[in-house]
């Protein structure tokens, strides 16, 4: 059976894909000849689930980045505020925050944004292209060498794809655990904006002060999860998140995303560069080296391939 038949057969027939050790002999002969294998353990191997294992660590700050980084921040003339963090209620925070975004007009008529850029984890770089497009699609490749990971939200269904040299080589839906998180932050302008609803929760924690600048904290809880996003008090730009959870042995992390060198781009400012600490050591860096908005993406775009007809 050629290979687009068994993956025809596989996906049909909803049968398991084979084991690792078949599936590293059928997709990719030549697998000994490859320098690096924390991609190649991911593809052809069943992912871990904790946030800080070799592959799931970058698509999970993939995950924070566009739940909770991505460019919906402050326009060249928006106000800004006095630098004292004197509002009392989210909802007061909520309102500045859509004025420093240049109100609701200026983020709906934001229906997209794809950006470009590369991960570096573990001392190996990953080029990445990330997509949402409203209401709450979202698709992130993550490539490295020939190898590349891409995994979409068609509004519906999570999915996860995996190529060779431009050629897919295997697909397959998200199920449990791995769907759930995936599709946890697919709203387009992310859980602050869409505020609480079935199980997440949206409120003004506190005040903080680090140095001499004052900030918000939103905390965004959910049943496995708790997010505090800090938010500058002065430009209302988000200046980075702290995520605490258990790894999938019950020990908790801490995961802090931090946010700088914004960019303008199509009249909003992005942040083009994301670094992520787990329990205080720097693990990944994402650099956005473009961004553009409303590119014009089909939502067939989310949806997940296809084996070509008659393979």
Same mark, same amino acid.
């Given at each position: 059976?050629?290979?687009?038949?068994?993956?025809?057969?596989?996906?049909?027939?909803?049968? $398991?894909?084979?084991?690792?050790?078949?599936?590293?002999?059928?997709?990719?002969?030549?697998? =000994?000849?490859?320098?690096?294998?924390?991609?190649?353990?991911?593809?052809? @191997?069943?992912?871990?689930? /904790?946030?800080? @294992? $070799?592959?799931?660590?970058?698509?999970?700050?993939?995950?924070?980045?566009?739940?909770?980084?991505?460019?919906?921040?402050? $326009?060249?003339?928006?106000?800004? %505020? +006095?630098?004292?963090?004197?509002?009392?209620?989210? &909802?007061?925070?909520?309102?500045?925050?859509?004025?420093?975004?240049?109100?609701? =007009?200026?983020?709906?008529?934001?229906?997209?944004?794809?950006?470009?850029?590369?991960?570096?984890?573990?001392?190996?770089?990953?080029?990445?292209?990330?997509?949402?497009?409203?209401?709450?699609?979202?698709?992130?490749?993550?490539?490295?060498?020939?190898? @590349?990971?891409?995994?979409?939200?068609?509004? !519906?269904?999570?999915?996860?794809?995996?190529?060779?040299? %431009?050629?897919?080589?295997?697909?397959?839906? #998200? &199920?449990?655990?791995?769907?759930?998180?995936? &599709?946890?932050?697919?709203?387009?302008?992310?859980?602050?904006? @869409?505020? /609480?609803?079935?199980?997440?929760?949206?409120?003004?924690?506190?005040?903080?002060?680090?140095?001499?600048? =004052?900030?918000?904290?939103?905390?965004?809880?959910?049943?496995?999860?708790? +997010?505090?996003?800090?938010?500058?008090?002065?430009?209302?730009?988000?200046?980075?998140?702290?995520?605490?959870?258990?790894?999938?042995?019950?020990?908790?992390?801490?995961?802090?995303?931090?946010?700088?060198?914004?960019? !303008?781009?199509?009249?909003?400012?992005?942040?083009? #560069?994301?670094?992520?600490?787990?329990?205080?050591?720097? +693990?990944?860096?994402?650099?956005?080296?473009?961004?553009?908005?409303?590119?014009?993406?089909?939502?067939?775009?989310?949806?997940?391939?296809?084996? $070509? =007809? %008659?393979?």
């Amino acid at each position: 059976m050629c290979g687009w038949s068994r993956i025809q057969t596989f996906a049909a027939n909803k049968i $398991p894909f084979p084991s690792a050790k078949s599936k590293r002999k059928f997709f990719c002969k030549n697998i =000994e000849k490859m320098r690096h294998w924390s991609i190649l353990q991911y593809m052809y @191997s069943k992912p871990p689930t /904790s946030p800080v @294992s $070799p592959f799931c660590g970058p698509i999970r700050a993939l995950f924070l980045f566009l739940a909770l980084a991505w460019p919906l921040s402050l $326009p060249a003339q928006a106000p800004q %505020g +006095t630098g004292q963090a004197t509002l009392t209620t989210l &909802e007061e925070v909520m309102e500045r925050y859509k004025e420093a975004n240049g109100g609701k =007009e200026n983020l709906e008529f934001v229906n997209s944004l794809r950006v470009f850029g590369t991960m570096e984890e573990d001392g190996i770089i990953y080029d990445i292209v990330m997509v949402k497009k409203r209401p709450n699609r979202k698709r992130i490749a993550l490539r490295h060498l020939q190898n @590349s990971l891409v995994m979409g939200f068609d509004g !519906q269904r999570s999915w996860r794809a995996f190529e060779h040299h %431009g050629m897919l080589v295997g697909f397959e839906l #998200l &199920e449990g655990i791995e769907a759930m998180r995936f &599709e946890q932050d697919v709203e387009f302008d992310g859980p602050l904006l @869409s505020g /609480s609803r079935d199980g997440q929760e949206v409120r003004l924690a506190r005040t903080e002060r680090i140095g001499r600048v =004052e900030f918000y904290v939103a905390e965004i809880v959910r049943p496995d999860e708790r +997010t505090e996003v800090f938010i500058d008090a002065r430009n209302f730009r988000e200046h980075k998140t702290v995520l605490f959870r258990n790894d999938e042995e019950g020990n908790p992390v801490r995961i802090e995303s931090r946010l700088s060198n914004y960019q !303008q781009v199509g009249g909003i400012w992005v942040a083009m #560069l994301v670094e992520r600490f787990v329990d205080g050591n720097l +693990t990944t860096r994402i650099r956005l080296d473009r961004a553009e908005v409303n590119p014009g993406i089909f939502d067939s775009f989310f949806e997940m391939p296809s084996a $070509p =007809e %008659g393979s």
